[in-house]
């Protein structure tokens, strides 16, 4: 699997202008994201991916819904592994490079679980259980229906 990562490397340095360029990063910003990528991708694997075993550990979730969609939607081709040049695309949401508008698609689309267009009863009550338990906030099941319902009565009036 060492080839991999050295087909990795040699990627990331021919796409780093067309990245920088499309992305707004500065060259060190690129270099620090790579370093950062590096770190991540070799938490398990040394195979120039990240995994969603190696997302979730870095960053620190719980095995939840949250980090199967925060990796579905870094992994934007869907073969089950995020590589430079999508961990890169998706930092740039993230960064003061990244629009308003961009942050909130991400953002909706980590909620919108059945990539619908919209957010359901049930997308909200699983996506705010799968928050509180990925913050380690106890609530029971009638308080979370009553918090879900409470935020559907407040949209539709």
């Known amino acids: ?4 990562q050295s087909g990795e490397r040699a990627m990331e340095v021919s796409d780093a202008g067309e990245l920088q360029r499309e992305t707004g990063f500065t060259a060190e910003e690129m270099q620090a994201l790579q370093r950062t990528f590096h770190s991540i991708c070799n938490r398990k694997e040394a195979d120039g991916v990240i995994h969603r075993s190696e997302l979730k550990e870095a960053l620190g979730f719980h095995d939840s819904m949250f980090i199967d969609r925060i990796f579905r939607l870094f992994d934007r081709d869907e073969n089950g592994v995020i ?3 999508e961990f890169i695309r998706a930092m740039a949401i993230f ?7 961009e942050k909130l698609i991400f953002s909706f689309q980590i ?5 619908d267009g919209y957010i359901s009863r ?4 699983r996506s705010v259980g799968a928050s509180l338990f990925e913050n380690d906030v106890k609530v029971s099941e009638d308080q979370l229906f009553e918090l879900v319902d409470a935020t559907f ?3 539709y009036v």
């Not at 699997?1 to 991999?4: A, E, L, N, R, T």
């Not at 049930?122 to 009550?125: C, S």
């Open 95 to 101: 960064s003061e490079n990244g629009s308003l508008e």
């Open 153 to 155: 009565a407040v949209v």
């Open 111 to 115: 909620w919108d679980v059945y990539e």
């Open 83 to 85: 590589d430079f040049r």
């Open 1 to 4: 699997m060492g080839g991999s």
């Open 122 to 125: 049930e997308e909200l009550y």
